[in-house]
């Protein structure tokens, strides 16, 4: 397996540079805002740069760093103290090669899209069972945002793999290749692993569309459920409503004014025609 060095930018900076280690500095120093990462060829190797955002879910800002690829190995100049980046989560696979590089980056991304997806069908599961929490729109939204920087960061190594695989086979038609062929074989294989990661995000990120219908839906059918329950309530006590204005009317011709059953009769009627309003509802299963 090739070698890979990861050096800082001060380091590079400070050191007596060779022809190749100045190509990487020029890339970072012209390194405009709106780089499109990439790959370019030099004589006997592949160089480039790109943009990748620091911290977990990337909530921190975003560094740049730069790459010079040939048949002696990978050099990487990864910005000074950026623990967040995948390069120094994968350190510990520098010393095994430059394609157990690349694989640890390709195995972490994996397991966050994986832990992402196992989060985001327990949400499913919890609205699905009616445990709904209003505090869900700002989680979706959360994960969406996580999400779109996690696809835009893959989308870049997708760049840089598939110009080194496009470089490599343009040299090799030319004037030979630059990189091994076992290494040459393993970014074939990298960029279509890479590629199905960057389209797993993508379906975690449409999926998250499905989950916010069903939160929709489901704090629609609570407020339904909500409205169903004080419209019955509502309409149990029209009745009598309508009987305690009837008999609120104190004309003197009324018979039960003056009645001495009078009293206990409204009190019977009102129970009889409640109970005639649940029975009613209930056979019509509106609760």
Same mark, same amino acid.
């Given at each position: 397996m090739a070698n890979i060095q990861i050096i800082s930018r001060e380091q590079l900076e400070q050191k007596v540079r060779g022809e190749k280690e100045e190509l990487l500095l020029q890339s970072l120093q012209r390194f405009p805002p709106s780089y499109w990462s990439g790959v370019k060829v030099a004589e006997g190797c592949l160089y480039g740069a790109f943009r990748f955002h620091e911290g977990q879910n990337g909530e921190h800002s975003v560094s740049s760093a730069a790459f010079l690829l040939g048949e002696e190995g990978l050099i990487l100049v990864a910005p000074q103290g950026s623990e967040g980046l995948p390069w120094k989560t994968a350190s510990q696979a520098v010393e095994d090669g430059m394609e157990a590089f690349f694989e640890s980056i390709l195995i972490r991304g994996q397991q966050k899209v994986e832990k992402m997806e196992r989060y985001l069908i327990e949400v499913e599961q919890e609205i699905v069972k009616g445990k709904i929490n209003r505090n869900r729109n700002q989680v979706i939204f959360e994960c969406k945002r996580t999400l779109s920087i996690w696809k835009n960061d893959y989308v870049q190594f997708l760049n840089i793999v598939e110009g080194i695989n496009g470089l490599e086979q343009k040299k090799k038609e030319g004037e030979g290749q630059i990189l091994t062929e076992e290494s040459a074989c393993y970014f074939h294989v990298y960029g279509t692993k890479l590629k199905r990661l960057t389209e797993e995000t993508q379906f975690l !990120? =449409?999926?998250?569309?499905?989950?916010?219908?069903?939160?929709?839906?489901?704090?629609? !059918? =609570?407020?339904?459920?909500?409205?169903?329950?004080?419209?019955?309530?509502?309409?149990?006590?029209?009745?009598?409503s309508l009987i305690a204005g009837w008999y609120g009317m104190n004309f003197a011709g009324m018979p039960e004014l003056e009645w001495e059953y009078g009293y206990a009769f409204v009190g019977v009627l009102s129970v009889l025609v409640i109970l005639a309003c649940i029975w009613f509802f209930k056979k019509k299963k509106l609760f």
């Open positions: !990120y =449409e999926e998250l569309v499905h989950i916010r219908e069903a939160l929709d839906a489901a704090l629609s !059918y =609570e407020q339904n459920r909500i409205m169903k329950v004080f419209t019955t309530v509502t309409t149990v006590f029209m009745p009598l």
